[in-house]
């Protein structure tokens, strides 16, 4: 089994930062496929950003050149840093993971998912 917990999210101002982790510990062996989600009320859950097992990043068209996808193998942890938010930015943020490729940025893309952390972007 797979676990992934997320954290780091909360409340900023339009044009902040923050960033998010994803912890997974587990059988993380073969977890080629990593992304972020973000899910905000009535709307349907959203593919942020990926990234596959050669360290390659995928981003949604919203958040290009504004977020970035990372990880640390070592400490198998996955990362959001999310510059200049919009109040449109806020959502429930999910990290997901999977064995499975090609990468993407589908919901069901990904197997394994946490419980979500909230971002806040007041105007």
């Known amino acids: 089994q797979v676990q992934l917990v997320e954290s780091g999210g909360g409340s900023v101002q339009a044009g902040g930062s923050l960033r998010l982790s994803c912890a997974a510990s587990?059988?993380?062996?073969?977890?080629?496929?990593m992304g972020w989600f973000r899910q905000a009320p009535v709307k349907e859950r959203e593919g942020v950003a990926s990234?596959?097992?050669?360290?390659?990043?995928s981003y949604a068209d919203s958040v290009k050149g504004r977020f970035t996808i990372s990880k640390d193998n070592a400490k198998n942890t996955l990362y959001l840093q999310m510059n200049s938010l919009k109040p449109e930015d806020t959502a429930l943020y999910y990290c997901?993971?999977?064995?499975?490729?090609?990468?993407?940025?589908?919901?069901?893309?990904?197997?394994?998912w946490g419980q979500g952390t909230q971002v806040t972007v007041s105007s």
């Open positions: 997901a993971a999977d064995r499975r490729l090609p990468c993407g940025r589908r919901r069901y893309d990904y197997h394994y």
């Open positions: 587990g059988y993380t062996y073969g977890l080629y496929c």
């Open positions: 990234i596959d097992g050669d360290g390659n990043p």
